[in-house]
Every structure is written in C-alpha cells, then in structure tokens.
C-alpha cells in the first residue's frame, strides 16, 4: 500500500515538475504561457517599459537564467546588447547559445528590411534584418509553433500536451486575427512616419507606408536638420500620422506636429508598454484600436 | 615513317571521339528539352489541381461551419515553415573555407589632449607618500595620459571566440606606441554542471568591482587612487585559475576564487611558487521595478617581496536606479584596507572611491567622484585625496568623447623629502570601440 502511494506520489512529481522558461521580452512570455500552460514556469527579464534594445544587464536577472530549462529570445540582434553579458555570467550551458535550450524565434520570421550592405556607418543596423517582428499579431502563429517545436523536444513527457494546446491556441487566434485583420483594412493606404522602425512588419501586411523615420539613422538620435526634412517632405506629401513607441522622447514628434499638423499617435511595441495591454489580444487591439481609428 | 603513322592515327583518333563527343551532347540536349517539356506539362497540370482543390475547400468551408477541431501532433501541422526548415541545403561556401570560424575582433583606440599645472619632466618623478617612492632607475609607471599636449594612450585589440563544445577563448592586445602587452588571454569552461564557470590563463581578478574592467569602459579616465596606490597602475591582472559559483537562488549570489601568481610587486611580487589567492562573495538584487544595488565583499592573500603576508580586504556597493531607457542615475563606491607585513613590522593602509554618475540621454552623461586615502603609515600623511569630475558625449553607442577634470592631492615628486605638490588637470579624451565589441556586463 505504501509502494503504491510512493510510486504514485513520484509520479505526481515528475508529471507536476514543471519547465523552467525565461523569456527576453513579455510578448514572448505570453505565447510561451499559451503554448506551455501549467507545464511551463516561466519568467520575463526585459521589462516592457523600457527600450528593447537597451534593456540594463542587472545581475539580478542572472539567477533566473541560471535554473532555466529553456531561453526563449527574439534574436535578429535585439538582444546583443545586454543578453550576452548575461548568459556567460548564468553558467547554465543548457541555455547557451547553441544548445537545445536556447530558443531564438526569429528563425521562424522570414525577416524585412535586411540590409544589403552592413556597416556601422548606417547607425545600429542589424545584419539579420529587422528585429520588430513582434508589433504583427500575423507572426505570434509561427513563433508558438516554434516554440511548442523546441519545447516538445525538451520535454518529451508533455509533447502531446503542447501540441493540443497549439491546436487550442491556434484555433483562437486564427478567430483572433480575423477581427484584427477587419480593424486594420479601415487604413490601408494611409501614411505614415515612425521614430524607430518598429512597425514594419505590421505596415507592410496592410498596406500602410511608412515614408520616413524620426531617426535619421537607426538608433541615432534626431537631429535638427534631418526634422526640418522630415517636415518638408510631410508638408509635401500630406502625411498627417506619427507613429511614437511609449519608451523615446516624445519632445521631437510633438515638434513636427506642430509644425505640420500631423497627429502623434503613441503604439505600445510590446506587451504592457502602456497601460490596458496586459494580454496579447489587448495589446494588438491597441496597436489596431490607435493606428485605425 | 611509324611515327608519322602513329601522330596520324592519333590525330585521327582525336577528330573522332571530338565527333562522337559532340554527337553525344546533342542527344543530350535533346533529352533535356524533352524532360523540361514534360517538367513545364506536369506543372501546368498541378497548377489547375491546386486552383481545384483551393476552390473546393472554401465551398467545403463555407458548408461545414461547426467542425471539431481534433487536435493533432505537431508535426503534421506543417503550415508554419520556418526558416531553419527551408534552409538551401546547398552549401554555398567555398570548400573548406574557414570564414565562419574566424574570431569576433574588435579595435579600441584611446588618445586624449591633457593641460597640467606640473610639467612633464616633474610629473614622471611622481609617487603617493607612503604607498610607494620614487626610483629614478624604475620610475612609476604612467600608463595613461602621460604628457602635456596630445596622447595617444593605446590601441587595443580584443578577440573572442569559441574553442569547441568545452571552452572559449578571449584574448585582449594592449598596444602603446612602443609596448606590446597580453593585457589578458584566457579561455573559460561553457559547459561546466552546477552553475560553475572557471577560467584559466592570464586575466583581471575580479577581486572588487572595478579590477576586472578595462579602462575603456570606466566612468572616468583614470584608476581610482585606491587601486593605483595599492596594486599599481595595471591592478590585479596576473596568471592563474579562477572558479566561479552562481547560488542557485532566487537572489543572485556568486562566490570565485582565484589563485594567482603574485606577480603584482606594489602588494605581493613573492613568485617563487603561487602565491596570492582571491576569494569574492557577490550579491545583487532589485528594489522595485527600476533600482538595483550590487555589493560584493573580497579578500585578498599574498606573499609580498620579503615573503611576509600581505592581506587586502575589499567592499563595493553599487546602486542603480533607472530614469527612463536612457537615463540612470549610479553611485559606485569601494574601499580597500591593506594589512601588510614587513620586516619593521605591520603596514596598515586603507583608501576608498565614491562616484555619483548621472546619464542624461542616450548622448550625455555626467559624474562626480571623490577618491580617499585615509589611512596610512604613521610617519606618513592621511590627507591623500583627489577630486574629479568629468562630462562625457557619446554621438553614437560606440564613440566617447569625454572633458574631464581632477584636482589631485595624493602626489609627491621627485626623491626629496615634502614635495607634495597638487596636480590640476584638466583633459579631452576620445575613445572608440569597432568592430565586433562584446556589450559589456553591468
């Protein structure tokens, strides 16, 4: 009687013991969550109100590394100023680059806007492409994928379970994006200008041009002089929207607004980068509900 | 005349297989465009299967509205490709090219235009009373910033690169105009089991806070006082073998030590055998969303030159607090106290720094710091300090231009007795990192 209750109590134990998931960014820890469920524990490092690419490398971060079974990151280059630094400092091979547990979804992404000559003479540019692939709901389907792949290698024990919360996951939003997709077509053809490249992946699927940049290159601050263009060629080429990410000064869009008329219209670029978008769903609802309305 | 048979049948020969060469391709071609014909039909049958099936699963959709979903494994859902699924097979590299493996490098170059209120000839006669004197044979070594005028401090090149599953490797060249120096060369263990790291080969301890950092990446151009007056201007970097622990706690705990070859003569220098050893206790962790404080406490064993023992006690604090992505605000403070045995008897010897520094935007940043000899021999003088405050632009992540005055009153010059004599100095310095730079740790 005894034995049973053990054997039974052992099993429990392997069947609860649960995946340690760290996640770079919060989007990624919301579909590493859908996918996972309750055989996934998973932790965010980079906090969303900040920007992506300069998250501070605090080695409070390091001891959640340090335990995980598995690092889920972005990749194409956002994480290569603070990730690094972090990972050698963890000593967890499981998580290192290259081993099974490190998991960079942008190798589900075909990626835009890959440079065609790399030089740090064109400002932070990243090699691989553009990294924000994140501010399109169309991509969230092949990350979970991938991720519920990479897991299900991992964690052979709960594959089946993964892949029926997939089909579950999938089957949502797929319903999801329909709705999403509806909001968005309302601006197909408007004109944009962005402070950083962050919404490209999203503009380009419906059909929206982004004709400019606050940044005159990627990552370096505006200057006076590529503004007073900007505002010329918006003046030109009537574009009356600003697209400003929650984290940059917003001193230079308000300036070109009121210069040229245009309307500043502030988009989260991650889960929970302004208030009301603490899921998914609400915070592509907010990109659509701000950019389309 | 069997010669010329012989050459002739050759030629012929020749002319022959060239024919049936030739014969041979066309029937080859012939053979191509036959199969790319029957190639162009199939696709062009497969092409009007696919609109079929297309048009027949909408008219399937639209009828069967309330279809339950079965789940299914994984992998016959291939809808979603990925990247590294559709990866050519094809290699596209030249056979046996090596390019991918070669190491990331990266050039730092450091030069600076100084003004000082003591001429040069003087300035090389320095040293800090009771720490150390001054040896026309062996003066103290100025590394940076050395003369009036303009500096060109080094050139540095670092290089990283993975060894094979077991070891990276990292080696860091410090070139002065007429110096070659290994500043560190190491490799370190990726895959160690217990969240165990070690390190072996010639390295900066990471004994404190600001050892293992390289000049490049300090807040301000020179090496706090405290480190200068006790291990010199190179600090603790030394061959010898480290091991380090991450707790694997919720908070972040690290414990190293390392055994070094004691080859630093300002503390130790006894290298008959290994002869220093460094332990460390690190722990950080956050205050809130936007504060974090890093305290690390550490010890140093030695042999000094008589091959007495030298031991020195280490405290840092570091406390961060983030205004915006951009903006923080630091202050970073250690202090270090040496007991360190002679023939006369006990030297006890103590100093600290503390900084304040505030980064504005991604361009601007600013600080403060005040640098402390407060403890020394008794013959000797405790009012060794030094000032400085320093203005740093940065037009891009990787260039720093930095304005930095020090008012520094821990020097005396020359072999006399009281020749104290305090430095003002101001200075524009200019450092860049190309090429593949690692980003650095916290």
Same mark, same amino acid.
């Given at each position: ?17 649960? /995946? ?39 080695? +409070? ?58 030089? *740090? ?38 594959? +089946? ?5 997939? =089909?579950?996951? =999938? ?123 | /005349? ?29 053979? %191509? ?28 959709? #639209? ?33 046996? !090219? %090596? ?26 006669? %320095? ?40 070891? !990276? ?90 055994? /070094? %070859? ?28 936007? +504060? ?45 106290? *040496? ?60 260039? #720093? ?8 009153? =821990? ?6 007795? !009281?020749?104290?004599?305090?430095? +003002? ?18």
């Amino acid at each position: 009687m005894k034995k049973i209750l053990l054997f039974t109590l052992i099993c429990s134990a392997s069947l609860f013991a649960r /995946m340690n998931v760290v996640a770079s960014y919060p989007y990624l820890g919301k579909i590493v969550k859908a996918v996972g469920r309750e055989n996934v524990k998973v932790k965010v490092l980079a906090s969303a109100k900040f920007d992506p690419h300069f998250v501070i490398p605090k080695p +409070s971060l390091i001891p959640a590394i340090a335990r995980a079974d598995m690092l889920v990151a972005n990749g194409a280059g956002l994480e290569i100023g603070w990730l690094p630094p972090l990972l050698k400092r963890a000593n967890n091979p499981k998580v290192r680059i290259g081993a099974k547990g490190f998991v960079d979804v942008s190798r589900a992404i075909h990626l835009i806007d890959k440079p065609k000559a790399v030089s *740090r003479a064109y400002g932070d540019v990243h090699p691989e492409g553009n990294p924000h692939f994140d501010t399109d709901p169309h991509n969230v389907l092949p990350i979970a994928h991938y991720i519920v792949k990479k897991l299900s290698q991992l964690d052979e024990a709960h594959a +089946s379970e993964y892949a029926q919360n997939f =089909s579950r996951f =999938s089957a949502h939003w797929k319903t999801y994006l329909r709705t999403f997709d509806s909001q968005m077509r309302r601006c197909k053809g408007k004109k944009v200008v962005q402070y950083h490249e962050l919404y490209n992946y999203l503009l380009k699927r419906f059909g929206i041009k982004a004709v400019a940049a606050i940044e005159p290159l990627p990552g370096i601050a505006p200057s006076s002089r590529h503004t007073m263009e900007l505002i010329s060629k918006m003046r030109k080429q009537h574009i009356g929207t600003i697209l400003q990410d929650p984290y940059h000064e917003k001193k230079t869009a308000k300036f070109i607004a009121a210069k040229t008329g245009a309307k500043v219209i502030i988009l989260p670029h991650d889960v929970g980068a302004v208030s009301g978008t603490g899921t998914l769903e609400s915070f592509y609802n907010t990109i659509a509900k701000r950019l389309c309305h | /005349m069997t010669k010329k048979i012989i050459l002739l049948s050759m030629a012929a020969s020749v002319s022959l297989f060239a024919q049936s060469e030739l014969e041979e391709v066309k029937a080859l071609l012939a053979q %191509q465009i036959k199969t790319t014909q029957a190639l162009q039909k199939r696709v062009a049958e497969l092409e009007k299967k696919q609109q079929h099936t297309a048009t027949h699963a909408a008219t399937k959709s #639209k009828t069967v509205k309330h279809h339950k979903h079965q789940p299914k494994p994984i992998e016959e859902e291939g809808t979603y490709t990925t990247a590294e699924d559709t990866m050519p097979s094809e290699q596209h590299t030249q056979t046996f !090219d %090596q390019k991918s493996f070669l190491p990331d490098i990266a050039l730092i170059l450091d030069g600076s235009a100084v003004g000082r209120n003591v001429d040069n000839s003087t300035y090389e006669t %320095q040293y800090i009373p009771g720490f150390s004197t001054y040896n026309a044979a062996n003066p103290n070594e100025i590394p940076f910033n050395k003369d009036r005028g303009f500096n060109f401090n080094y050139a540095e090149i670092s290089m990283h690169s993975t060894v094979g599953p077991y070891f !990276d490797a990292d080696a860091i060249f410090h070139l002065q105009p007429d110096e070659f120096e290994i500043e560190e060369a190491y490799i370190t263990s990726r895959s160690m089991p217990y969240g165990l790291r070690a390190k072996l080969g010639k390295f900066r301890s990471e004994f404190g806070r600001i050892n293992a950092i390289h000049q490049h990446a300090w807040k301000f151009t020179s090496q706090p006082l405290v480190f200068n007056a006790l291990f010199g201007s190179e600090g603790i970097n030394d061959a010898g073998v480290q091991l380090q622990w991450v707790l694997p706690t919720d908070t972040y705990v690290m414990a190293g030590i390392e055994a /070094m %070859q004691g080859s630093n003569d300002v503390s130790f220098g006894d290298t008959e055998k290994n002869n220093l050893y460094i332990g460390y206790l690190k722990s950080s962790f956050d205050i809130g969303d936007t +504060s974090t404080l890093l305290a690390g406490a550490s010890i140093l064993h030695g042999k000094n030159e008589q091959g007495l023992n030298t031991d020195v006690y280490g405290a840092d604090l570091t406390a961060l607090v983030a205004l915006s992505s951009y903006s923080s605000l630091t202050w970073q403070s250690e202090l270090l106290y *040496r007991n360190k045995t002679t023939d006369i008897g006990k030297e006890k010897q103590a100093g600290y720094y503390t900084q304040l520094t505030y980064k504005y935007n991604q361009n601007w940043q600013g600080g403060v710091r005040y640098d402390s000899l407060y403890k020394n021999l008794d013959s000797q003088p405790d009012d060794l300090d030094r000032f400085s405050a320093v203005l740093q632009y940065s037009p891009f992540e990787f260039t #720093k231009f930095r304005l930095e005055y020090s008012y520094d009153r =821990s020097k005396a010059f020359g072999d006399l007795a !009281d020749q104290r004599k305090n430095i +003002s100095q101001i200075l524009l310095d200019f450092t860049i990192e190309a090429g593949a730079h690692g980003a650095h740790a916290f």
